[in-house]
């Protein structure tokens, strides 16, 4: 019996996966890559550090903002910062071994503010032993206390490199939570930051882009791409695709898994066997990119 089981269960995960079933719909899938920034900061390591107790917070949000593109930033700030300490941060003179950022972020006290909101609501009550009219309902009114915590600040970049022109990067920050028990500033605070940051730094960052593939291909096939069910899609992709969608979703499904060589042979037999040279020189640029990092 279970031998029964087993053999009808092998079945029908092979027909799922190599057979024409009726689950065999075409679409498009969705491509997710880095592109590399427009920019380059700097090709050193880089040194972050802090001038006050706020610029703690922005300094790792900025590292890891940084490290995120690839940048190489040095990990002993905290010691290096007690080295530098009885000199001050200001005399210290980047070398031709590293770029030097300091940060500041003076943020104010937060503020404090309530006010009295009032809500006009309904209240209904019910009595279902009632054939007619079983509900009645009278409006009332409800007040509460709305609290806002609001917190403003500076904050504050210094870009050195020996040779080049210091950078200097000013913004204000002003957040604030609302609520009858608000969260704090916190949050806020850290995303504000991110955003200003991604903004500002933008060319010098690598950017995700999402896109549609030109074409579609096995449906099934497309759903476990998605989900990342790899083994899975190249089965579907073999049985199911040949010429262009072959080479690409192989060589895409190979990138994603991380077998930068194997996406790299697919991409270059595709511009080798098909009349779609842009598409598979622009994904061999994209694997040349990630090979360098």
Not at 69 to 85: C, E, F, H, P, R
Not at 89 to 109: H, N, R
Not at 196 to 221: C, G, N, W
Not at 238 to 249: D, K, L, N, P
Request: include cysteine; charged fraction near 20%; charge should be positive.
């Amino acid at each position: 019996m279970k031998k029964i089981r087993c053999s009808a269960w092998c079945f029908t995960v092979s027909m799922l996966l190599f057979g024409c079933s009726p689950f065999s719909a075409r679409k498009n899938f969705t491509i997710t890559y880095f592109t590399p920034p427009l920019k380059n900061l700097t090709n050193k390591q880089i040194l972050v550090t802090n001038l006050d107790r706020d610029g703690y917070h922005l300094k790792n949000i900025l590292t890891e903002l940084l490290m995120n593109s690839n940048y190489d930033v040095m990990q002993d700030v905290n010691s290096t910062g007690k080295l530098i300490a009885p000199f001050g941060v200001g005399q210290v003179v980047p070398t031709k071994d590293f770029t030097a950022i300091t940060v500041s972020l003076k943020l104010e006290k937060p503020n404090e503010s309530s006010r009295q909101i009032t809500e006009n609501v309904t209240l209904t009550r019910c009595n279902y032993l009632r054939k007619k009219n079983p509900c009645s309902s009278r409006t009332g009114k409800v007040r509460s206390y709305q609290t806002t915590i609001s917190t403003k600040g500076q904050a504050k970049i210094v870009i050195k490199d020996s040779g080049k022109e210091v950078i200097t990067i000013e913004f204000p920050i002003n957040v604030k939570t609302t609520g009858i028990l608000p969260s704090g500033t916190n949050i806020h605070l850290t995303q504000a930051i991110q955003n200003i940051l991604r903004k500002t730094f933008a060319p010098y960052l690598k950017s995700v882009v999402h896109e549609q593939s030109i074409f579609e291909i096995d449906k099934m096939a497309a759903d476990f791409i998605g989900s990342r069910i790899f083994e899975a899609a190249k089965l579907r992709i073999q049985s199911h695709e040949s010429g262009v969608r072959y080479y690409f979703a192989m060589g895409y499904i190979e990138e994603k898994s991380g077998n930068l060589s194997g996406a790299n042979m697919y991409y270059h037999e595709g511009e080798i066997n098909t009349n779609e040279k842009k598409l598979f020189k622009k994904s061999i640029e994209r694997i040349n990119f990630l090979l360098q990092q």
